[in-house]
């Protein structure tokens, strides 16, 4: 049982990763060496993307505005 799951997991991940490319005009690998380069790829973009999504959170946060959107803190913000 764990073994089929395993197996659909990676059938799936790598229909996603073939979509994702296919999508992208790049060309699907076909041996060992280009899946792996293809997903260090997917996977250095999609750790950029979160890297700029966290900073902009962290940004988002610090400000005295956003404290303010909470109920408990609108007295604060007013003084």
């Not at 073939?18 to 750790?47: E, N, Y």
């Amino acid at each position: 049982m764990l073994k089929e799951i395993i197996n659909l997991q990676k059938h799936i991940f790598k229909l996603i990763l073939t979509k994702l490319l296919s999508l992208s005009k790049v060309s699907i690998p076909t041996d060992r060496r280009g899946w792996i380069k293809a997903i260090v790829i997917v996977f250095a973009i999609c750790f950029f993307i979160a890297g700029v999504c966290f900073a902009v959170i962290v940004e988002i946060t610090q400000q005295p505005r956003f404290c303010k959107s909470c109920h408990n803190m609108e007295p604060y913000y007013q003084s």
